[in-house]
């Protein structure tokens, strides 16, 4: 039948029978037998390397035929003789090799359990290849397939899974801890500061700081207790990098890490921080300096008569240093002077100190004019005529901000509370 004309017009339309009947112009009826995929058992993959070869050469197997070959006919000899193979292997028969093997066998009323025959018995075995491809080797491919499948075996961890993983991330606060990484660093490089090996987690604590990978980090935060697996100590901590970055490692891997660093360090604290501790002073109050409380040894007839004058100031150095040269210095009335006392304060405007000083001690203040050692005038500053006690609760009372409700008695010179209106 000459091939059909789509195009034509004006013709009958074509039967079914005659479309079929026809030539098979596009291919539509070369359909191949099914062909073996990935996932599939074992027996149908090697029955598919059957299949390959006699796509190959065009024939089956024969056993006279190089090593490879004579494995290959071995094989199908014995899926020819396995029956039970057949349901799982026959929709991959593309050229009836099983179809032809099960019209030559008749059922035997009386089956007789077949022998694999020893090599000596039915060949005669000259070399290593004919092990290879001898009918008693061959059973050895026709293993138990349920042994090459694949199993998903859930395996149990002894290592707790953390509920949260720690992340680096961008510290937004970092400008708090910039000049506590800055001052950590020249502590460091004068040997002011000292540090030790890593040694212990159970140390690890607020405001601690140590050397991770040679990055500076400090512990700023230690979140709620909680236990690990092994019933260790293990919160979660807020870890400050010098790199404007934080962490929230666990304890005990921020310890693992700094334990198995080879140049982990601890950066040991100073033996004030215990005292710092005790005041409620953490490593994020910055310190301002000191406020200082001094008498004068100077033997000025003017000054002579004034009781209890005291000098009140501030100085972001020690009282030491500050007051070494106070004999030349119209601050101290260019005389010696005698330390009475000291504070370290923290977070405070030095200013506005001076300010809450001398206006709360307006009264106090010495009003005195003198001649310097270079024959000029001037004006005493932060002098004050008031007993030691007064003027150290007064300092102590515009630091912690109660100054509010208190008033000075000016009669007496003391400190005394404001009455409740």
């Not at 040269?325 to 504070?343: D, G, H, Q, W, Y």
Request: hydrophobic content about 35%; some cysteine.
């Amino acid at each position: 039948m000459p091939p059909i004309d789509h195009h034509r017009k004006g013709r009958a339309r074509l039967s079914l029978e005659d479309i079929l009947n026809g030539p098979d112009e596009f291919g539509l009826l070369a359909v191949k037998a099914k062909e073996a995929g990935g996932g599939l058992p074992v027996e149908v993959t090697k029955f598919e390397e059957i299949n390959t070869f006699i796509e190959q050469h065009g024939r089956v197997p024969a056993s006279s035929g190089a090593l490879s070959e004579k494995l290959l006919a071995r094989r199908l000899n014995t899926y020819l003789h396995c029956p039970e193979s057949h349901a799982s292997l026959k929709p991959y028969d593309r050229y009836g090799l099983l179809s032809s093997a099960e019209t030559e066998t008749q059922p035997s009323a009386d089956p007789v359990q077949p022998r694999v025959q020893s090599l000596s018995e039915t060949e005669n075995v000259t070399s290593l290849e004919d092990i290879f491809a001898s009918e008693a080797f061959a059973a050895l491919d026709q293993g138990e397939a349920a042994l090459f499948e694949p199993v998903h075996v859930a395996f149990a961890t002894p290592r707790e899974i953390p509920e949260e993983i720690a992340q680096r991330r961008i510290c937004k606060d970092f400008s708090v801890f910039e000049p506590l990484f800055k001052a950590l660093h020249q502590g460091l490089q004068s040997g002011k500061i000292k540090t030790a090996r890593f040694q212990r987690a159970s140390q690890m604590r607020t405001g601690d700081a140590f050397i991770l990978e040679g990055v500076l980090c400090l512990i700023d935060e230690v979140g709620e207790r909680r236990e690990d697996n092994q019933g260790r100590y293990d919160p979660r901590l807020r870890v400050i990098f010098e790199n404007g970055t934080e962490s929230n490692h666990l304890l005990q891997s921020l310890a693992k890490r700094l334990y198995q660093d080879e140049n982990g360090r601890r950066i040991m604290r100073d033996p004030d921080s215990v005292e710092d501790a005790f005041n409620n002073i953490t490593h994020k109050d910055q310190r301002a300096g000191q406020i200082y409380l001094v008498a004068t040894k100077s033997e000025h007839p003017d000054l002579q008569g004034i009781p209890n004058l005291i000098k009140i100031g501030y100085t972001e150095q020690t009282v030491e240093e500050r007051t070494k040269n106070a004999a030349r210095e119209t601050a101290f009335l260019e005389a010696p002077v005698k330390i009475l006392a000291s504070m370290e304060c923290y977070n405070l405007n030095p200013r506005k100190f001076e300010t809450l000083i001398h206006g709360f001690l307006h009264a106090q203040r010495l009003q005195i004019t003198l001649i310097g050692q270079d024959g000029k005038k001037y004006h005493p500053q932060e002098w004050f005529s008031v007993p030691l006690e007064t003027a150290r609760e007064v300092v102590k009372r515009i630091l912690d901000g109660s100054i509010v409700h208190y008033r000075m008695d000016n009669t007496r010179g003391q400190l005394v509370k404001k009455s409740a209106t």
